[in-house]
């Protein structure tokens, strides 16, 4: 069901060659997962300021993984829409899952004792934000920011 | 240690000279307290020039070191965020308050002295 959905995401952005597959398992690879990201966007149109916002966006998306479900992946690629190329990250786990989505992308809601602005930040921090999550399944964000 | 701290005078400086992990955070806070109660130090200054990304987790570990050093009887200050980072920040709904900011270490200095009450007695001199 999640990778279905997921999947379908994932069609409607077309995919470009590069693709990177990060798995989330200790607090290091948050350094990884967003030098990476910062690297394969800038192979694009985007202003530091840009690669900033994404970088920071893989951060807490990764840090989620870790909070929440332990382990998990960050996938990172190049697509394209229309004449915008664009990155896009899918950041799924198979942990508890979240069941209750518009709550947890309320700023200020975290079950873990952080600030609660990770989800909602992210979202803010990129152009498309989406999540799906079934409980007792895993969790599977996609996010994307497109070249202007 | 990503982030070695320079003691100058009465203040302590902590100079982040790399990416850091959340552990490196972590061991920056734990020794920047415990080396203000060794040296009496009435200031800190936290450089983050290097950092290019500040996340939820650096911007609240940043706020509680400025906390826990003010529960000290000291004054943080931390320097060098970048403007891209200040753009990431503010749309991520960051906020460091607490901890007082200035462009750069010099500044950052400049801000303690004034803060401390060392100023006057520096222009005395």
Redesign the interface.
């Known amino acids: 069901m999640l990778s279905l959905m997921q999947e379908q995401a994932e069609a409607r952005a077309g995919t470009l060659d590069e693709e990177l597959l990060i798995p989330i398992r200790h ?2 690879d ?2 990884t997962a ?2 990476r990201g ?1 690297a394969l966007a800038s192979s694009l149109r985007f202003s ?2 840009e ?3 994404i ?2 966006a893989i ?2 998306v990764a ?1 989620n993984i870790l909070s929440y479900a332990g382990t998990g992946e960050i996938l990172l690629r190049l697509a394209r829409k229309g004449s915008r190329r664009g990155i896009v990250v899918v950041a799924r786990d198979q942990g508890p899952g979240i069941a209750d989505i518009s709550l947890a992308m309320q ?1 200020g809601y975290s079950t873990a004792g ?2 609660g ?2 989800l ?3 979202k ?2 990129m152009d498309e934000f989406n999540i799906v999550s079934e409980v007792g399944e895993g969790t599977a964000i996609t996010m994307s920011k497109w070249e202007h | 240690m990503r982030a070695p701290i320079l003691k100058q005078g009465k203040y302590l400086i902590g100079s982040i000279q790399g990416s850091l992990s959340d552990a490196d955070l972590l061991a920056l806070r734990d020794e920047l307290t415990s080396t203000v109660r060794e040296q009496r130090s009435s200031g800190v200054v936290i450089d983050v020039t290097v950092l290019d990304v500040l996340d939820s987790f650096a911007a609240r570990t940043l706020r509680t070191i400025s906390q826990m050093i003010r529960l000290l009887g000291a004054e943080t200050v931390i320097v060098g965020i970048q403007p891209e980072v200040a753009v990431s920040m503010v749309q991520l709904g960051l906020t460091i308050e607490g901890a007082a900011t200035a462009l750069d270490l010099e500044e950052g200095l400049a801000l303690l002295d004034a803060r401390t009450g060392r100023g006057a007695r520096r222009h005395a001199r």
Do not use: F, N
């Open positions: 607090e290091a948050l350094l967003r030098q910062r530091s300021s690669l900033t916002l970088a920071t951060s807490e840090r700023d952080s600030l602005l990770g909602p930040g992210a803010r921090l």
